[in-house]
């Protein structure tokens, strides 16, 4: 057996609108955050829903 080292990003950014993953992050401890993406769906999306409101 291979003792290597392999790196895991316990952090990850996710979109607070449709939950796709918008990044990662090396972190100490699993770590979630949220943000807005700059998909187009999720911005039509997006807006459509303001526009109802």
């Given at each position: 057996?291979?003792?290597?080292?392999?790196?895991?990003?316990?952090g990850v950014i996710?979109?607070?609108?449709c939950a796709e993953i918008i990044g990662?992050?090396?972190?100490?401890?699993?770590?979630?955050?949220?943000?807005?993406?700059?998909?187009?769906?999720?911005?039509?999306?997006?807006?459509?829903?303001?526009?109802?409101?």
């Amino acid at each position: 057996m291979e003792n290597s080292s392999i790196s895991v990003d316990l952090g990850v950014i996710l979109c607070k609108h449709c939950a796709e993953i918008i990044g990662t992050f090396d972190s100490e401890k699993v770590t979630t955050y949220y943000s807005d993406c700059q998909e187009p769906d999720c911005l039509e999306t997006r807006k459509n829903t303001n526009n109802q409101q």
